[in-house]
């Protein structure tokens, strides 16, 4: 027998798992904002992106607990504000846009998967805020595709592109 073929993941996911505050990993640090494009340069309005870091001391530590909830409804409504938890959701809008605001990892970099219409399986890949030994192994014009630029001082820029001329460097941890 056959093994069944993925099937695409989403863009139903848009309804369940955003939650208000989900790119607040830490407040008071920096932003790093950008854009989901597909292959021929279009913004992906529907897209979903997780991400995990380490914190300024470089520990990997989650925080569980740190949604808050309306004690009536029992809507989500969003973090504590306080907690660093190493994991942010943030959805896309209309334009293709997200925004997570975070501290600077000691490890240099933020991992991120990517959910979007179209995909058979997420897509793993890094925003690197530095050099690194592993952009160092990568060919220049594809090592640039995971490093942020700086718009200013605090504000990081980090596109990806899922497919074409501009794609980003995905990785397989399978």
């Known amino acids: 027998m056959n093994p069944t073929p993925s099937q695409t993941v989403g863009p139903f996911y848009g309804y369940a798992l955003p939650f208000p505050g989900g790119g607040d990993i830490a407040l008071g640090g920096i932003a790093v904002h950008g854009y989901v494009y597909d292959g021929a340069g279009e913004p992906v309005p529907d897209a979903l992106l997780e991400f995990w870091q380490a914190d300024e001391q470089g520990r990997v530590r989650g ?6 909830r309306d004690p009536t409804s ?15 959701r943030v959805a896309t809008d209309r334009d293709g ?20 219409r179209g995909l058979l399986r997420h897509l793993y890949t890094r925003i690197y805020l530095g050099r690194d030994a592993f952009l160092d192994s990568l060919p220049p014009e594809r090592g640039r595709t995971l490093v ?6 605090g504000v990081r820029r980090f596109d990806i592109h899922l497919q074409g001329e501009k794609e980003t460097v995905f990785l397989d941890f399978g």
């Open 63 to 68: 925080a569980p607990g740190t949604l808050r």
């Open 74 to 88: 029992a809507a989500v409504l969003g973090r504590d504000g306080v907690t660093f938890t190493g994991f942010g």
């Open 97 to 116: 846009h997200w925004t997570l605001r975070t501290v600077e990892p000691a490890n240099g970099y933020i991992s991120v998967c990517v959910f979007a």
């Open 148 to 153: 942020a630029v700086e718009e200013r001082e």
